[in-house]
Each structure stands twice: as C-alpha cells, then as structure tokens.
C-alpha cells in the first residue's frame, strides 16, 4: 500500500525588520515536507520605519470630520491623509502596520476609521489586517474586525484563510471570535476553502492536534468527512497517522465516516492496521469499521497485519461453518 504521509508547514506570516521576535520552535505534527522559516521584517513608508509613536501622532492628527470638511474643489492631501491612504511597497496599509507593532488602541482606533474595504486590503503576501492579528493572537482586534465586517474568506499566499491561521497555530480565542456570530452559509464556504496544499481548517486543526479547534468547528457544523486535495483523507485519516487516540475518539463520537475511504481506497483502519496501532484499530474496529473494504491494491486491513498478533485478534473469521454450525474464534 503507498504511504501518502501529508505534512504541514510552518507558513510564513509577518514581516518585521527591527528586531526578530524569538520563535517557537515546537509545532506539533509532521514537519518534514515545505517546512519554511519565519521571518518578520518591518514595512516602511518610503524610506523611514514608521514607529508606534509616529503611529499615535499621526492618528490623532486626523479625524474623520477634518476629511469630510474638504473643499469640493481639487485639492492636495494633508500629510496625515496621505499617510492614512498610502500603501507601503510591501503593499501594507497603515492598519496593517499597527497591528505588527502590536499598538491595540491605535488599531482599534484604525479600524473604527476606516471603512470595510480598507480593512480587507491584502498585502504583498495577500495577508489581510484579519490574517496578521491572528498570527499574532491579538484576539481583541480579531473580533473588532470582524464586528465591522472584515472578510473571511480571503486567502493568503498559501492559501490560508485567518480561520487555516488560528486552525494550525492554536489560536482558539481568535478562531472563537471569527465564528462566533456568522451566518451557517458564510461559515460553510470558509470550512469548504482549501489552502494551496488541499487542506481545509479541520484538516489543519487535526494535523497540529488543536483539540480544542476541532471541537470548535465540529460544533459549528463543519464536514467531518471533507477530502483534503492530494490523497483525500479525511480528519480521521490524519488523526489515526498521528496515533492521536483523542481525536480519533473526538471525530467518532461526533460521527465522523469509520469507513470513508482515500483516493487509493484505504479506509482509517487500513491506516491503523498498517501502522501496528493496535489500540486505534481496535477503537475503529469498536466503531464499525468494516473489517473486509479492500483499497485499490486489493488489500484488505487484514492483509496489513504483518503477523501483529493484537491486530490479527481483531479479525476472526466467524464465516466458517462445521455441521451448520459458525466456528467463532478461529484466526488466522
């Protein structure tokens, strides 16, 4: 049978130059494949950094009522205003630059500025304002952007939506706020989005074993049994290759598919039986996992047993007939 092991990255977020924040470096899940490194430089209008207090300055010198006093006829900018509608070459927004310095009020204060469009104005990295506040778990500014309509649905550079962000890092406040007063539709697309790599946000939940996350989107009503895009698992697919008996118990209490099957047929147990997991067999088996599927190798589990005598158990053949009679108890 292939092994077709998905592996999550680390992917890139913020960018920052002054000093590098110390990063961590215990991410749970597979890491051997398009494992990047995070870097955060800082974004400059022009030629000069621009600092938290050049941020403050800058914010109170401008107010809304100053803008709509303007002359009717053609007329330059002030500087403030220019400043508050410049793009930087990183394509961020003075919002985007208040929430990596991490300046809560003047972000909040940005954020009631602005109207929804600027708020979902995408960096050179296709980062949105939501994107960077959840990198950074800034759950305040998480949920003040998504009160003044912010969208979910834009997507990153790879693919990730700020739901795939919170999914992956952990971020269970954020991913709290960003579902917790949107429409069933609206959250649906956003369950339904794949990244660049085929994996939606339960994909992701399940691969770091974000527990909390997964009971989040379950009860949210996303699809327990959506196919990620390369090999089609599922979340339990993947639960079962982490050996994480938790999720694997979250997802089948909650009515995950037992049988749903790969592109190339295999079946959560055929992943148990083929990595020795006698106890995660057992458990699917428990379930009522259909012991018989065979993939598109033509293997059943049991043909994966490799002579494991506690996965063999799990397979008596209760077909054979003596007299009439079923023999049960008889392995192979």
Known sequence: MANDDCSIDLYPSILKSEEPREQSTD????????????????????????????????????????????????????????????????????????IIHEDILITQELIQLFPKEVLDIQNNLYQSPLHLATYLNLADVVKDLIDKGASLGLQDQDGNTALHVACQHGQTVCAT?????????????????????????????????????LELLMKKAA?????????????????????????????????????????????PLHLAVGRQDATIATLLCQSGADTMLRNMEDETPLDLADGNDDILALFPFDDIQISGRSVVGVKF
């Open 27 to 98: 991410f749970s899940g597979p890491k051997d494949k398009f494992s990047t490194v995070e870097e955060r430089l800082d974004s400059a209008y022009g030629s000069s950094s621009i600092t938290v207090e050049s941020l403050s300055e800058i914010v109170e010198d401008f107010s809304l009522s100053t803008a709509n006093e303007k002359q009717e006829q053609p007329s330059e900018l002030s500087e403030q205003e220019n400043l508050l509608t410049t793009i930087t070459d990183d394509g961020d927004t003075i919002l985007h630059l208040a």
């Open 177 to 213: 706020e960003m579902t917790r007063d949107v429409s069933p539709s609206k959250l649906a697309l956003v369950f339904e989005t794949q990244n660049w790599r085929g994996l939606t946000c339960l994909h992701l939940a399940a691969l770091n074993k974000q527990h909390q996350i």
């Open 223 to 267: 699809n327990l049994n959506i196919q990620e895009g390369t090999s089609g698992k599922t979340a339990l697919h993947l639960a079962v290759e982490l050996h994480d008996i938790s999720a694997v118990r979250l997802l089948l209490n909650r009515g995950a598919n037992v049988d749903a099957a790969m592109f190339n047929g295999c079946t």
